[in-house]
């Protein structure tokens, strides 16, 4: 009996020592190695959303720069940004799921294969790297400082924040390179995986140049010389000259539609209609593009007070025709090329042409974009006319028209040019937001380096003017 | 590997059959008690083994021993008894009345032990009182009725409840206690989707959780194992606790026992936990204004009811006659017709219906020379308080044991039950008709109107249309007919659960027990929306892709759940001198989980009308989810007890765990327990003392990591993109630890007529396994790490009394009381708030170092150093920012009280139930406040004017509190005297005060329940096929005696789970009576 035991006992103890118990845990529905080209393609489509969505949790710059109104919950409006963290939710989308998965492309293309055997390798890594300046510039842009030399580390998980304009010359370093680093004579992605120019190499140098340009003139007011030297070199190496070089992100159908449409058509909802500031104007100006860029009540554009309840019937609506599945997300576009040109001129940098002919052009290219009629009696408005004494306001006024549906590259032009004026929502919670605050996950997550970079550049307040917006506006608010 | 292991067991199983010899004998007698009445249900169990049997309706009992066995008599309130098996095949016993000490209870893997010999706490509650009062989850009944236990069921119809035992020890882990049915471990399982249960976005369902699925009437009694001593046994499982079930066995009797049971509950709606609207003003946001709009085709704008806005400000009613939502349809009878702006005669509380359950069961029992068996079979039926909702549950039970020689036994159960729902509540924020009526309603829209224009047409013409054109698509809200009549879900779950067993006696001193256990289910829901509803977000989407808005559309889940164990267990029990006795266990459990799911849906909508068919998808079929989990654990245990005299008790327990989730070179971890009770009123010799035990323990359980937390896969989100997950694993996991402390004493007093069990307890839970929110600046939102503290105590009472007993009349009182302190003791490093949830409405859930685990988060009133709330120049109150505490989710305290009152053949019982403290967000009152549904919005001003007047009017009001007239450097407060306009919406609920203002005290007094029975006495019987008939009227939820939340129940919530403390939309409780017939035969 005591020898049954034993062997009993014995048993118990083998079968509970199996050796390969830990191949149970093994994820076989999810891959663990993928394609950089498939990091490459999601990164890109969630950089496009997040740039073009108007849903009231992640993006509302159209209401900041009062293209448009809300109807019923007018909160936004009136600049909460808080009932709704949309600076949590910006800071999640372009960190998590734009750069990092931009990262993980580079990582894994620069790995997958050598020179010799994947021609097309250089070329991706390059628009890998001005997506990835694409991205980074709008977070400096919208936040200020941000972690930037210790960020995209999950091994540091304090990362510290940089200074903005030291990485804004960073970008425009690594931008640079890029450029030069594109072989034209070759292509790159496949058209599954970039949706902007399938992959076209030429279109994607015109592109990194533009948004060279761009970054040039934002540096303008901090820092002159860089500014002038970005724009020139950008200028010189050829930008957009043509809306058939406009970037447009090519949505399909829901689950890949266009946010537009998910947001105001296929929810059935009515919380959008044009806004006060923009119809006034454009009935003032009898600004052709009225039609394009609304719908008419009765044949009359109305828009909603700001910052006020409005009743959705009451007031002109988003054009239908941007609200298609399929509807493109404009990453950049020829019509601002050309203001940025303008606008380099009037700051006498060497753009090829003087302030006023970038200027018509830039709203020649915005009345060919929309298909409005009536250019040239629009031009020989005076207020429209071209002034040099007053550029800030001409050319901050056309562009803020032109650059209708482009939630950030809009509200950039407002912030750099304080024109138009716009005026104070009824209910306003804040000043102005001339920048997002910090998300309150970095408060609670990132304090110490969150305290630090709120010190730096000057509080974190949504009316905290970053560094290159050195002109305080006149708006009264 | 799992053919490997169950060959090797059926190798041993079939070495001890072969083993097998026969010296067995059948003892009978008759258990009485001391006046000579037969006692039913006596435990005699055979000492030193689980064999067992109990005595019948007439006191009569048999049992196989052999000769020099020692028998043991237990039965509550009276003396155990033991008696050695002699030459006589009869045993006739009479049992003492007295103490109650040495009632035999069911312990950890099943194992049962006298009591007095635990050092460890646990508490018994006997099937019959979760069994008589009916609710669809018997896990509700435990409510009130243990120390310890906390149950907060919420309202969804079928919905799962949150059963926790002394706090939460695990930060984000699965906090709910562990339940085995007859040893076999069963899936508490809460297969609701993640969103579901932190209310984001809309159209989630509370599928219930698993536990439910057992049949009430099929359970002899529930053991609850509290501390880590107790349930150390089962190693990594331990950690919140078990729930020990013992099914109803077959008793070995002369005959075939049958019992049918039949009962029959009807519900009625507790008025106090659903709105009470203000009665004054009707639709629209903006005061007095209605819409102007030709309807009439006139080309004159005529007077309509602001039918687009969701809410309830608007003009007040004055009977004028205007156009309303049904003047647009044809189909309407009031088509083109005005009818008077009054408030509805029919409010949105005559929308629900009466809820009836019926449960209806058979059991048959019967004994014979070598064993015996049960089968029951149970249907319930039961419809809910929403239209068109409807559970079916039919619940098949055989258990059986047979003696196939005098050594050895096999013995196994089977239960099978099937299940069906159709048209659960959905929860949440969107799409939620409760939600909807509680904060987004129009007091002027009448509900049966709704009914019968959905009815007449079966379209979706609602009462907030996107326009005044016929056919227009509702633009908020659905009408609620429509949703519930064609939005509907359903689902189905076919489950076995079972055990084979095999015990085989190798020794007087010791016994062999081999098992195999399995529970399995098969699970499909189905979500649908018809074509014409409001859009929302709809379907399934690949992760960080957000589900698309769709009018229309279909989405099923099929999931499976597996758990097989495998058990072989040796148990001794020698006395090795008179006085001392030691008993012990060396055993193994092999556990193997499985998961599979796939869950897919249409895109885009449907394309043909009211067929719901994944191939009816209008645009290509989205990526389906699939996954596919397994875990397994392997597990070597022993234990050893040492008694010395029946006086002093020693028990030391030991696990090994070995993980397929961790780690390969770290991978096995050790659970080891000590404990001690001392009886020491065997020492001592005062007669007021009938019993008392001192107890004290330590124990260190765990909790392993899940599926898939060591390696990173990636994301297939878009067509040919993927993406790096949103959080990030870890390759060097550990497991959680926790480590406890209780001490405890029991005593009785007066001849066991008065009593008292306190348990003292300290648990700290370390090396939590946490998904840790990080910088999203690191490219990612959360982390895999072993950190975190979180620490409970905290003590128990539980009291009993007999206050009056007589041959006829007895009074007995039972309570208990609990009081758990938790603290969060640690984050990881870096981490200051530990979100676990952030809701709609801006409100968080959070652990916070030094804080209680689940703290709600919010904006806050700005206070002065007086603790005034300061007002601003605009004379609305101040703000804080988002991240202020708000709010405490745990109780302070909760008691029950049972008190059961015996008259001759009449029972009386009833339970109060009682929970102090803890708070709850009410969103329904967020919105409902701002949108003037609640008289909080509508009433008379300190000027004795409507307050919704205009200031002109003398309408509005001053907000107490504080201005400062200084600077905020030299604030000078003066009292605010600025009266604020309420004319227009703006001025009530969200859209002026901080979340704090609907943070809400959650306490509750409830009357929980109460029964009262008629026993037919035997002798009416005597001449009948009858053996017993028992009538019983019973109420649950009878009466909410106090609570401090407006218009819900406090105790309502989303989901089991670990963040409570948030009511949207719940729907409200209800009064159940019942009638139950028990007839034995």
């Known amino acids: 009996m005591k020898k049954l035991i034993l062997i009993l006992t014995a048993a118990v103890f083998a079968v509970s020592c199996s050796d390969n118990l830990e191949d149970l845990n093994q994820n076989i529905k999810d891959p663990t190695a993928v394609s950089g080209e498939s990091l490459f393609a999601s990164a890109q489509k969630q950089l496009a959303d997040q740039i073009t969505t108007p849903n009231v949790n992640f993006n509302n710059t159209r209401l900041f720069v009062q293209h448009w109104q809300e109807t019923t919950y007018p909160d936004e409006s009136n600049y909460d940004q808080s009932t709704r963290p949309i600076p949590d939710n910006h800071w999640r989308e372009m ?48 936040y ?110 829901p689950p890949n539609g266009n946010p537009l449409n998910n947001n105001l058509v296929l929810s059935n909802r009515n919380d959008y209609v044009a806004g006060k500031t923009i119809i006034d104007l454009m009935n003032t100006l009898e600004d052709p593009r009225r039609g394009s860029f609304f719908t008419d009540v009765n044949g009359e554009y109305i828009g909603g007070v700001i910052g006020d309840q409005t009743v959705y019937s009451d007031y002109s609506h988003v054009t239908p025709s941007i609200l298609g599945g399929d509807y493109p997300g404009w990453f950049l576009q020829y019509a601002e090329t050309e203001f940025l040109l303008a606008e380099a001129a009037a700051r006498g940098y060497s753009v090829g042409g003087d302030a006023e002919s970038h200027y018509i052009a830039g709203i020649t290219a915005s009345f060919d974009f929309w298909g409005a009629d009536g250019l040239a009696g629009y031009l020989a408005n005076p207020a429209v006319a071209y002034n040099s004494g007053a550029w800030r306001e001409s050319i901050g006024t056309q562009a803020w028209l032109a650059n209708y549906n482009r939630t950030f590259a809009s509200w950039l032009s407002v912030r750099r040019l304080d024109f138009p004026v716009l005026v104070k929502p009824i209910d306003a919670e804040s000043g102005y937001p001339v920048r997002y605050p910090y998300p309150v996950s970095e408060i609670n997550l990132n304090p110490t380096n969150y305290e630090e970079a709120a010190g730096a550049i000057g509080g974190d307040a949504t009316e905290t003017r970053l560094f290159w917006d050195k002109f305080d506006n006149t708006w009264g608010f | 590997m799992k053919t490997k292991f169950s060959g090797i067991l059926t190798l041993l199983l079939v070495l001890i059959v072969q083993l097998a010899f026969a010296q067995e004998k059948t003892i009978s007698g008759t258990v009485a008690d001391d006046t000579g009445l037969p006692l039913p249900g006596v435990n005699i169990i055979i000492k030193g083994t689980s064999t067992g049997t109990q005595s019948d309706f007439d006191g009569n009992y048999t049992i196989d021993a052999a000769v020099g066995q020692t028998l043991v008599y237990s039965y509550v309130g009276f003396d155990t008894q033991e008696i050695a098996v002699g030459a006589s095949n009869k045993i006739d016993v009479t049992m003492q009345a007295g103490s109650v000490l040495d009632e035999v209870v069911v312990t950890a893997l099943g194992i049962s032990r006298e009591k ?96 439910a699925d057992i049949n009430p009437d099929d359970i002899e009694s529930v053991n609850v194992l509290k501390g880590a ?156 308080l929403l239209p068109n909702s409807q559970i079916d549950r039919h619940n098949f039970i055989f258990s059986g044991t047979f003696d196939l020689s005098d050594k050895l036994t096999a013995s196994g159960f089977a239960n099978y039950i099937k299940t069906s729902a159709i048209g659960r509540n959905s929860t949440g924020y969107n799409d939620n008709v409760v939600g909807n009526m509680k904060q987004w309603w129009q007091t002027n829209v009448d509900i049966k109107e709704q009914w019968n224009i959905y009815n007449n047409t079966k379209r979706n013409i609602g009462w907030n249309p996107g326009s005044s054109a016929p056919g227009t698509t509702p633009i908020y809200w659905d009408n609620p007919y429509w949703t519930r009549y064609e939005n509907y879900q359903n689902d189905g779950r076919s489950r076995f659960l079972g055990n084979f067993e095999l015990n085989y006696k190798l020794a007087d001193w010791v016994n062999v027990t081999g098992r195999v256990s399995t529970d399995t289910y098969n699970e499909q829901q189905e979500e649908r929306r018809a074509v014409g509803s409001v859009p929302t977000s709809f379907g ?22 597996t758990e097989t164990n495998y058990d072989l267990m040796f148990n001794f029990d020698a006395d090795i001198s008179e006085s001392i006795n030691v008993a012990g266990i060396l055993g193994t459990n092999i556990r193997r989980n499985e998961f599979n799911s796939i869950a897919n849906s249409t895109a885009g909508g449907l394309v043909v009308p009211g067929l719901y068919s994944i191939q009816n998808s209008r645009d290509d079929i989205p990526k389906s989810q699939e996954v ?217 859930i959070n652990a916070v170092p030094g804080q209680p685990y689940g703290v709600i988060y919010g904006a806050d009133y700005v206070y002065n150093d007086n603790g005034d709330r300061v007002v601003g120049a605009n004379g609305r109150y101040l703000k804080t920012g988002p991240n202020e505490k708000i709010g405490d989710t745990n109780p302070d305290w909760l008691m029950g009280i049972t008190n059961t009152i015996n008259y001759k053949s009449w029972s009386f019982s009833f339970l109060i139930d009682v929970q102090q403290g803890g708070s709850v967000f009410s969103l329904d009152q967020y919105y409902g406040q701002a949108t003037g549904l609640y008289p909080e919005s509508a009433y008379i001003n300190d000027l004795g004017n409507p307050v919704r007047n205009t200031i002109e009017n003398g309408g509005g009001f001053i907000n107490p509190g504080v201005v400062n007239t200084g600077t905020d450097e030299n604030p000078v407060y003066v009292p605010n005297t600025t009266r604020v306009d309420a004319s227009e919406f703006g001025q009530f609920g969200y859209a002026a005060y901080p979340q704090s203002e609907f943070v809400y005290d959650a306490s509750y007094v409830k009357l929980r329940q109460a029964s009262l029975s008629y026993t037919l006495p035997s002798k009416f019987l005597d001449n009948t096929f009858m053996t017993g008939l028992q009538f019983t009227v019973t109420g649950s939820n009878l009466w909410i005696i106090d609570k401090k939340t407006p218009y819900a129940d406090p105790e309502s919530g989303l989901s089991s789970g670990n963040s409570q403390g948030y009511i949207t939309g719940s729907l409200p409780t209800t009064q159940d009576y019942g009638f139950n017939i028990k007839a034995q035969f």
């Not at chain 1, 020179?115 to 991205?135: F, R, S, W």
């Not at chain 2, 399934?540 to 759940?561: K, M």
Request: hydrophobic share 35%; glycine share 10%.
């Open chain 2, 116 to 211: 007095q010999s635990l050092g460890y706490s646990t508490q018994q509650v006997a099937g019959e009182d979760l069994a008589t009062v009916k609710t669809n989850n018997f896990t509700n009944g435990l409510s009130g009725k243990v120390a310890g236990l906390q149950i907060r069921r919420n309202n969804n119809f079928g919905g799962s409840t949150n059963v926790v035992i002394r706090g939460i020890t695990s930060l984000t882990g699965d906090n709910q206690a562990l339940f085995v049915v007859d040893g076999v471990p069963i899936s508490n399982r809460n297969t609701n989707d993640a969103s579901q249960k932190n209310s984001s976005g809309g159209n989630y369902y509370d599928y219930g959780n698993a536990a």
């Open chain 1, 95 to 142: 960190y998590r799921d734009v750069l990092r998965d931009l990262k993980e492309a580079s990582i894994n293309i620069a790995a997958a294969d050598n020179d010799i055997t994947n021609p097309l390798k250089p070329n991706k890594l390059a628009i890998i790297e001005v997506m990835n300046v694409y991205a980074w510039s709008n977070l400096v842009e919208t």
């Open chain 2, 229 to 384: 001593a107790a349930s150390a046994l089962y190693g990594s499982r331990a950690a919140s606790g078990v729930i020990i079930i013992t099914t109803k066995k077959g008793k070995k009797s002369k005959g075939m026992g049958v019992t049918i049971n039949s009962n029959a509950q009807v519900g009625f709606i507790d008025k106090s936990t659903f709105a009470e609207y203000q009665d004054g003003y009707g639709a629209g946001y903006g005061g007095q204004a209605f819409t102007s709009e030709d309807i009439d085709g006139d080309g004159i704008d005529d007077v309509v009811s602001n039918y687009l806005d969701d809410a309830s400000y608007g003009p007040a009613f004055d009977g004028r006659l205007i156009y309303q939502w049904d003047s647009f349809d044809p189909a309407s009878p009031n088509y083109l017709k005005r009818t008077p702006w009054v408030n509805s005669p029919n409010g949105a509380i005559t929308f629900f219906e009466t809820p009836v359950t019926l449960t209806n069961s058979i059991s048959l029992s019967n004994g014979f020379e070598n064993g015996s068996y049960r089968m029951s079979y149970t249907k319930l039926d039961q419809s809910g």
């Open chain 2, 628 to 844: 596919a989990q397994k875990v397994g654990v392997d597990g070597v245990y022993a234990s050893a007890s040492l008694g010395f005299g029946n006086v002093v008790y020693i028990d030391g327990t030991i696990r090994r765990d070995h993980f397929s989730t961790l780690p390969v070179d770290d991978s096995s971890f050790y659970y080891p327990s000590v404990s001690t009770s001392f009886v020491f009123s065997k020492l001592i010799n005062v007669n007021a003392i009938s019993f008392g035990k001192l107890r004290v323990n330590y124990a260190e359980v765990g909790n392993g990591p899940e599926f898939d937390k060591l390696f990173n896969t990636f994301d297939i989100n878009i067509d040919t993109g993927t993406s790096v997950p949103s959080t990030a694993n870890n390759p060097n996991l550990k497991p959680e630890r926790t480590k406890s402390y209780e001490a405890g004493l029991e005593m009785r007093f007066i001849n066991n007529r008065v009593g008292f069990d306190f348990s003292y307890y300290k648990t700290n839970s370390l090396d939590q396994i946490v998904q840790v929110p990080i910088s999203e600046a690191t490219g990612q939102s959360r982390k895999l790490l072993n950190a975190g503290e979180i620490e409970n105590k905290g003590f128990e009472i539980s009291l009993n009394a007999t206050p009056v007993k007589t041959d006829n009349f007895s009074w007995m009182l039972n309570g208990n009381f609990t009081q758990n302190k938790s603290e969060v003791i640690a984050l990881p490093e870096g981490v200051e708030v530990f979100q676990l949830a952030s809701y709609q409405g801006g409100v968080k």
């Open chain 2, 540 to 561: 399934v989407a690949p992760p960080g892709v957000a589900r698309p808005n769709a009018g229309s559309g279909y989405l099923r889940r099929d999931l499976t759940v």
């Open chain 1, 144 to 253: 200020g400082n941000v972690p930037y030399s210790e960020a995209l580390d999950i091994d540091n998980l304090l990362p510290k924040y940089d200074d903005a304009m030291t990485i804004y010359k960073d970008l425009l370093v690594r931008l640079t390179a890029a450029i030069n680093s594109m072989d034209t004579s070759k292509g790159s992605f496949s058209g599954d995986e970039e949706k902007i120019y399938s992959g076209d190499v030429a279109s994607w140098k015109k592109f990194a140049n533009t948004l060279k340009l761009r970054m040039g003139i934002i540096l303008a007011d901090a820092d002159g010389a860089a500014g002038k030297a970005a724009v020139e070199s950008a200028f010189a190496s050829g930008v957009f000259t043509s809306n058939a070089d406009d970037a447009g992100y090519a949505y399909t159908a």
